[in-house]
């Protein structure tokens, strides 16, 4: 049975023309004035990219430190010993630990946004992709959250970076700030992470490498962007 949509989300549909791609500014605003979650929704970029995700080389995945931010507190955890254990808990990580640290993930505990180590940690690490891979939490060398430079990684995570990577279809979602944002913060953040998507096409693409970009609220209807404006 087909879900059926709310009035607020059908009287916001009426705003959007389907058929239009519109300039980023005014996609912004049209998103923010949509918006009727009782919350402060967070805004999210969503590329269609003609890439053969089957083909390693075809498979993007980084992460990007945003301008202004994602309007989100960032709970960090990181696994290392010693002095970088030290260098972590100084830069502000909110958990650091060894193998207790792995221990209390095995027996469920998941409260963190983003988790960071020390390639010297990643032997114990390794025990846990069963549980982090799926939630897209495991720490990775290409989102430079496998690294020995802990105090970079913390300050980057709590400072609003994001990771990006393709799905199976080659969609790229990733979340660029909250409606409450003053709409040129939102276009900058938007402006940060369509530049370093665009600039990754792989060598092997051939034709038109993005098909579509759309921006949407939580709850809102997408809006879709004009790719020459970003």
């Known amino acids: 049975m087909a879900h059926k949509r709310g009035k607020k989300y059908q009287d916001a549909v009426k705003q959007v023309e389907a058929e239009k791609n519109y300039a980023l500014d005014e996609a912004v605003d049209l998103v923010k004035k949509m918006d009727f979650a009782k919350f402060d929704a967070t805004v999210e970029i969503a590329f269609k990219l003609n890439v053969d995700t089957k083909q390693a080389d075809q498979q993007l995945r980084g992460a990007v430190v945003l301008p202004n931010g994602t309007?989100?507190?960032?709970?960090?955890?990181?696994?290392?010993?010693?002095?970088?254990?030290k260098e972590a808990k100084a830069a502000g990580a909110d958990f650091v630990g060894e193998d207790d640290l792995v221990a209390k993930i095995q027996d469920g505990w998941l409260d963190f946004d983003v988790a960071i180590a020390t390639p010297d940690m990643m032997a114990q690490v390794g025990r846990l992709g069963r549980v982090l891979g799926p939630k897209g939490l495991m720490p990775n060398p290409k989102t430079g959250t496998v690294t020995m430079d802990v105090t970079k990684a913390v300050n980057d995570s709590k400072a609003g970076k994001v990771t990006y990577r393709t799905d199976r279809d080659g969609n790229v979602a990733v979340p660029v700030g909250k409606v409450s944002f003053d709409a040129d913060k939102l276009v900058e953040n938007l402006k940060t992470i369509a530049n370093v998507v665009l600039s990754a096409r792989p060598a092997a693409v051939k034709g038109t490498y993005v098909q579509h970009v759309s921006i949407s609220s939580t709850f809102g209807p997408s809006v879709n962007v004009d790719v020459a404006s970003l």
């Open 71 to 85: 309007g989100k507190e960032q709970t960090v955890i990181v696994f290392a010993k010693g002095d970088k254990a």
